[in-house]
């Protein structure tokens, strides 16, 4: 499976953006799908995950801001930012998780989100 992910930009304070991670196959097997975020020098930090079964969990920073949701016709996971912030600005990683032999798991390349006081 390979991901790509885009939909990052720069944007001010208050305004919202939709990233997509897209994959190459299907998504069926795919036990759980997730958005990360890396500001340079820190750690990569869970934005937010969404699981086979539809169990959702966000980060409290972005717990009623942000939403995220998956298609699988277009095997597709979306995070949509609303009302976002400075500190939202980050490098957006999406992965994806299969915990059904073939155990494997999958990064997307990564795209940039900047927000502007």
């Known amino acids: 499976v390979q991901l790509q992910a885009y939909g990052g930009g720069l944007v001010q304070a208050g305004e919202s953006l939709r990233l997509s991670c897209a994959a190459s196959g299907n998504i069926f097997s795919i036990n759980r799908m997730g958005w990360y975020r890396q500001v340079p020098g820190q750690q990569r930090e869970l934005v937010a995950t969404?699981?086979?079964?539809?169990?959702?969990d966000y980060s409290d920073s972005v717990k009623g801001r942000f939403t995220i949701s998956r298609d699988y016709a277009r095997s597709t996971v979306y995070l949509q930012m609303n009302n976002l912030k400075p500190e939202d600005t980050a490098v957006y990683y999406c992965?994806?998780?299969?915990?059904?032999?073939?155990?494997?798991?999958?990064w997307g390349q990564g795209t940039e989100v900047t927000v502007s006081s």
């Open positions: 992965h994806f998780i299969r915990l059904t032999p073939p155990i494997d798991n999958y």
């Open positions: 969404i699981t086979s079964t539809g169990n959702i």
